[in-house]
């Protein structure tokens, strides 16, 4: 039995594969933070989990097709549905592994494995869709400490043109069906290659600026023109202190304008980028305490109209929803999947085994985001199953809390699952916490999927004893 009935019946051209594709997915789904063989139910299983991953016809753009054509774009409730794509790189670390012999460099050159960039879909309210595209960089030796030199190629060959590559990717989806598209960057993105690249009408970019750019028409540069134009508005916002946890409140001001951004550099290989016309956004905290090290101010360069305070304030809060792509990441790395800790030799039997846990590491991020920002959405409409739901509240009710009852007659909401999933994982539900975080998720992801094997194998044995004839 099954949690969900979102099954990925992929087509890879080859039907050994096909099928090999679509039984080890949900293996990995069910164990996302077992390794290879602890998911395997038996050695000829685990022979062909490797077998795949290393097939040269396996290749990790098909595996994410597959999974990008089941992804439903549809909105009864809108007409041209907006969805944000977030895009964001991360360094997977090998080094002492099978691997890292045949992997780049990283931060220093005894440091070994490759760069993941990951563009994820979200809808415009934080539920998180699935994966647009995946990219994977490992760099040369010779080429470590030479970023001076690497400043004169050509952009195609920079490291950078991953951006305007998922950029792409976007708007061609926005282009394949009717919806609006907003690319979302940090810092690292404030290309004008991508601000040029925009064609579709309904494809948009938030992106975070880097640079202190030139402007046309006025000898002022971009943060000089921000800083005289008025407040449009103030909100608070609760920040968290990344290492120490502590909550605080500020107060945050905005302020935007038009502007046309021109290169500062005359290269003749960058005169088709032109003048790009953006509006910047600027959001930055008033009269922080003098124990805040680094008070918050982001500068956004987005293709979207700003009329009032309220627009720019969405646009402030899509960037926000940017810290999605990092907890996609901490599902992959240590929080779940654990892909640094795979003992695959080859880049190429790497990289197919990454993608399969990405895929597989969505459906454990969906329960966690819908629960949060659309929690009354029954399990029904999300995909799960009744059957399913049914044997996780039996244990819960014997095991963990009385009062826990499943009902026929009323599906309970993605908020009421996701806490009770969260439970067999050890979750206790506060104030402070009212969710279960993704690695507790993918904990108890795991303990239900064995709930249910259980439950197939005493369904099969009653079922052999009724056909042999036993009472």
């Not at 508005?233 to 107060?251: D, F, L, S």
Request: net charge positive; hydrophobic share 35%; proline share 5%.
């Amino acid at each position: 039995m099954r949690l969900t009935t979102n099954y990925l019946d992929a087509k890879l051209n080859d039907e050994r594969l096909t099928k090999r594709f679509n039984i080890l997915l949900p293996q990995l789904e069910d164990g996302l933070s077992d390794t290879i063989p602890q998911t395997s139910p038996n050695k000829g299983s685990m022979k062909g989990v490797y077998r795949f991953f290393r097939n040269p016809k396996v290749e990790s753009a098909p595996l994410i097709k597959a999974h990008l054509e089941t992804l439903c774009f549809s909105d009864a409730t809108c007409s041209l549905p907006r969805f944000l794509c977030l895009s964001d790189s991360t360094e997977l670390d090998y080094t002492g592994k099978k691997s890292g012999a045949n992997l780049g460099p990283l931060s220093y050159i005894h440091q070994r494995g490759m760069i993941l960039h990951n563009s994820i879909i979200i809808k415009d309210n934080g539920s998180p869709l699935g994966l647009l595209r995946q990219d994977y960089i490992l760099r040369k030796d010779e080429d470590f400490g030479k970023s001076r030199e690497r400043e004169t190629l050509p952009f195609e060959q920079k490291e950078g043109v991953k951006w305007l590559n998922h950029f792409n990717a976007a708007q061609s989806l926005c282009a394949q069906h009717r919806i609006e598209m907003v690319y979302i960057a940090d810092r690292e993105a404030d290309i004008m290659n991508v601000f040029a690249a925009r064609w579709h009408e309904n494809m948009h970019f938030v992106i975070r600026s880097q640079h202190n750019r030139s402007l046309f028409d006025t000898p002022l540069k971009l943060r000089q023109l921000l800083a005289q134009q008025p407040v449009v508005g103030t909100y608070e916002v609760k920040v968290t202190h990344p290492k120490t946890k502590k909550e605080r409140k500020a107060t945050i001001h905005v302020r935007y304008t038009e502007v046309d951004l021109k290169l500062a550099s005359k290269a003749k290989s960058k005169k088709h980028l032109g003048v790009q016309s953006v509006t910047a956004i600027e959001a930055w905290e008033a009269n922080p305490s003098s124990d805040v090290d680094k008070p918050i101010r982001w500068i956004l360069l987005t293709s979207l109209p700003i009329t009032d305070f309220a627009s720019a304030l969405q646009i402030v809060q899509y960037y926000l929803l940017r810290w999605l792509i990092e907890r996609y990441f901490f599902l992959l790395k240590s929080g779940g999947a654990k892909v640094e800790q795979l003992q695959l030799e080859k880049p190429h039997q790497l990289k197919n085994a990454i993608t399969t846990y990405s895929i597989a590491a969505m459906n454990v991020m969906k329960i966690r985001y819908l629960a949060e920002n659309e929690p009354n959405t029954t399990i029904v409409e999300a995909g799960i199953t009744t059957s399913a739901c049914e044997i996780l509240y039996q244990y819960a009710h014997h095991k963990i809390d009385s009062n826990i009852v499943f009902k026929h007659d009323k599906p309970p909401s993605m908020r009421e699952f996701c806490i009770i999933l969260g439970r067999l994982g050890g979750f206790i539900p506060s104030k402070r916490q009212p969710l279960p975080g993704l690695k507790i998720l993918s904990r108890a992801y795991k303990k239900l999927a064995f709930l249910l094997e259980i439950h197939d194998v005493q369904l099969f044995q009653r079922t052999s004893e009724k056909d042999v004839g036993y009472q």
